[in-house]
T-cell receptor
Framework: GAGVSQSPSNKVTEKGKDVELRCDPI?????LYWYRQSLGQGLEFLIY????????KSGLPSDRFSAERTGGSVSTLTIQRTQQEDSAVYLC???????????????FGPGTRLTVL | GNSVTQMEGPVTLSEEAFLTINCTYT??????LFWYVQYPGEGLQLLLK?????DKGSNKGFEATYRKETTSFHLEKGSVQVSDSAVYFC????????????????FGKGITLSVRP
């Protein structure tokens, strides 16, 4: 079956512009996560959606970052007024959460490489 | 907050050498522990996991044991191959207060392993 897909695979933008990154999780997966991977900071959690619960936004680095998940499926991460320090690979992951389940595997997409000039 | 510390890299080994990659963690409660691997040009994928103390995760000849007393989850392989060359990430998972299941991952910095023939 299809895995997690992300688009675009690469995005080059100018400082100050807004960007939208898309994630299509594995069908039926109730949990969706955004992370970013950068040379200086490693892999960092950004935001987590689980079912109809309020998202966990504790990892968003500033109010320029936001994300939404429509219909419990596709998610869009938006970065407004991009800065050079936003350059990174943005990874999306999904998992099938079973209440009380442990060790639920997160399946990662290939990522979107964002370059802010 | 939660944190994961991995040994500094990179690591270069000859084929058939023994591998140990150290990982220690700090967490409240009882996290699940994971090793993820990123092969060149590929996405992040789960290598193995352990959900409670003294559990041993294993896959592809790799093993790691969840040691609560030393808060460690060291990765080992008895005989590495060239195909094991990749970046390895140790991670832990929070437990969701809503579902009781695992949620967002906290990653270590990752370590690059190169295996020469």
């Amino acid at each position: 079956g299809a895995g997690v897909s992300q688009s675009p695979s690469n995005k080059v933008t100018e400082k100050g512009k807004d960007v939208e990154l898309r994630c299509d999780p594995i069908s039926g997966h109730t949990a969706l996560y955004w992370y970013r991977q950068s040379l200086g900071q490693g892999l960092e959690f950004l935001i987590y959606f689980q079912g109809n619960s309020a998202p966990d936004k504790s990892g968003l680095p500033s109010d320029r970052f936001s994300a939404e998940r429509t219909g419990g499926s596709v998610s869009t991460l938006t970065i407004q007024r991009t800065q050079q320090e936003d350059s990174a690979v943005y990874l999306c992951a999904s998992s099938l959460v079973v209440a009380g389940g442990l060790g639920d595997e997160q399946f990662f997409g290939p990522g979107t490489r964002l370059t802010v000039l | 907050g939660n944190s994961v510390t991995q040994m500094e890299g990179p690591v270069t080994l000859s084929e058939e050498a023994f591998l140990t990659i150290n990982c220690t963690y700090t967490a409240t409660g009882y996290p699940s522990l994971f090793w993820y691997v990123q092969y060149p040009g590929e996405g992040l994928q789960l290598l193995l996991k352990a959900t409670k103390a003294d559990d041993k995760g294993s896959n592809k000849g790799f093993e790691a044991t969840y040691r609560k007393e030393t808060t460690s989850f060291h990765l080992e392989k008895g005989s590495v191959q060239v195909s094991d060359s990749a970046v390895y990430f140790c991670a832990l998972s929070d437990r969701s207060g809503y579902t009781g299941a695992n949620s967002k991952l906290t990653f270590g910095k990752g370590i690059t392993l190169s295996v020469r023939p």
